[in-house]
């Protein structure tokens, strides 16, 4: 079967092309980004960073050019004063 007479329903054709993914470990995204490992777990959580992926049951990954595009969606929206808000009153320890 030839490319064109594949449907576009085809689950092969609509797989993310992995060919040119460049996965970094926790040690190398953590010299690229200097944020705590909780802060970027955080942050993965409600979507305002690059989600990490299994290579492994013990270890994690994220794409290279995932990480590359949010420094500069981030120095962006620095340059256009358009930098979200911080998430303010989520504190994991309440004063007593």
């Given at each position: 079967?030839?490319?064109?007479?594949?449907?576009?329903?085809d689950?092969?054709?609509?797989?993310p092309?992995?060919a040119?993914?460049?996965a970094?470990n926790?040690?190398?995204?953590?010299?690229?980004?200097?944020?705590?490992d909780?802060?970027i777990?955080?942050?993965e959580?409600?979507g305002?960073?690059p989600?990490?992926?299994?290579?492994?049951?013990?270890?994690?990954?994220?794409?290279?050019?995932?990480?590359?595009?949010?420094?500069?969606?981030?120095?962006?929206?620095?340059?256009?004063?358009?930098?979200?808000?911080?998430?303010?009153?989520?504190?994991?320890?309440?004063?007593?």
């Amino acid at each position: 079967m030839n490319e064109q007479s594949r449907s576009s329903n085809d689950p092969v054709m609509n797989q993310p092309s992995t060919a040119n993914v460049i996965a970094i470990n926790r040690k190398e995204l953590l010299s690229k980004i200097p944020l705590s490992d909780r802060t970027i777990f955080d942050m993965e959580k409600r979507g305002e960073f690059p989600q990490r992926f299994c290579l492994s049951n013990r270890v994690v990954a994220w794409d290279l050019a995932e990480v590359d595009a949010w420094i500069e969606a981030r120095k962006n929206a620095r340059e256009n004063e358009q930098m979200p808000a911080p998430q303010i009153g989520h504190q994991r320890y309440a004063r007593q």
